[in-house]
């Protein structure tokens, strides 16, 4: 899977001494910019280039709570890529202990807001892209 | 279900112009946290007691998006109570439109981060709460 | 000053127990929105008709600290009011006791970004805003 | 000053397309927690030694917005070291422009919540720390 390190900041943090639930969300959002990115197209030309991935789920499984100034890292892969949406799966780990797991499944729209298959080339960078299996939905 | 109305705010936005996709599961903590003050106990108050409910899980699925200043409320409901954890179930609707729906499951630990039942004044207090069936697992 | 009341959410809060620091501004934006709405214009129609409102400063004094689940409210009024620019000023109170204070300067742009003097009808609008006067630049 | 590169992320703009205005006390704290760890103790050590910086002032001028996937800097320098309080002054950078600058102003707080000195080594570090000279209060 693509690796991206980062550190969690106070304002991640709540009361509880751990990182807030929400902010896994971000991190996935972090990953899977930062894996197209090294595949050789920012998220921002995706966009510039009038394609849209909107987000249609989201799912995150905690296992172990996150702290205040932990070193984290977000891996990301494509689990499915379809003709004209795309899931992403992640892992938020600490010094290779997994804290957290889950999914994120897209389609592709076009500027007026209406399904589209990608572009050739970026579904040829998606398919070039780390891959794990999904879990049978529902696991 | 229960329900709590609040508002999209400017920072909730992305440069989409829809409510960026983390937020969600800030609504669904507003709605846990409404819906429990409603049936008679902040969460704060369980706090205080000693027990917390440590999210294992959470789910949300995306059916339209959501727009700044636009109304919107957190229905929420108990999917299911086991005898140490719970599983919330919520709709966010604008104008009895579902634009989103999902789950968080959660775990009862006691100070000490240990799971526990809940005291039994809590699990009446659940017991009492509106109650949605889930779908089936995966769906 | 105009006055709209809120809860310090799960999420707002870090490890220290306390609301954190960055969530203030968000804050201020619920303040200054809601008094654009009790005046008779929302924010969201303000933009819709082309204009808007870029902060260019802010500043937060930080007196008491707000905790979880608190009820606070946000007070607004219009500290200053330039030809093409406005100043807020805001209050965070709990119960009446001032949490903390502020102010956000902000200049009136058009659709392409240039500075502007607003439409009479919205200058008429935030004349009729409570207003303070400013502490002395620099207290 | 210390000098510590970040993205902007998309959860970090907003509906006019720039990086929503509280973001930037949260890149502020990364600046300061990120001075701190270079010169060579983590606010995190800081805190479980027993001390807090609680913050009783933020200013924030802002000059130029920050867009989606900006690679910025935070700048940190020491502003002010008093005997029970620091103030730190900040610039965000991109490519080398000034996009904002600021300040926060913190007290020294013990385990209680009583403003204290800091011990002689925190001081000491802070006193190595990059300085630059305030403007004139109320510039």
């Known amino acids: 899977m693509h690796r991206y390190e980062f550190r969690v900041r ?16 971000r991190w996935f959002e972090i990953g899977r910019a930062e894996m197209l990115r090294a595949l050789g197209k920012s998220y921002r030309e995706v966009e510039e280039e009038g394609l849209r991935l909107a987000v249609v789920e989201a799912r995150v499984r905690y296992l172990e709570p996150a ?32 804290l957290a797991h889950g999914t994120t499944a897209h389609c592709f729209l076009d500027p007026a807001g209406k399904p ?23 696991s």
């Open 10 to 25: 106070y304002g991640d943090t709540d009361q509880m001494g751990f990182a807030y639930y929400g902010n896994y969300l």
């Open 67 to 98: 702290r205040y100034d932990d070193l984290l890292a977000v891996e990301t892969a494509v689990e499915e890529l379809g003709r004209a949406s795309v899931r992403f799966a992640y892992r938020i780990t600490r010094a290779g202990e997994v």
């Open 116 to 138: 589209v298959r990608p572009p050739a080339s970026l579904a040829a960078l998606l398919s070039r892209a780390p891959r794990v299996s999904g879990a049978p939905r529902g």
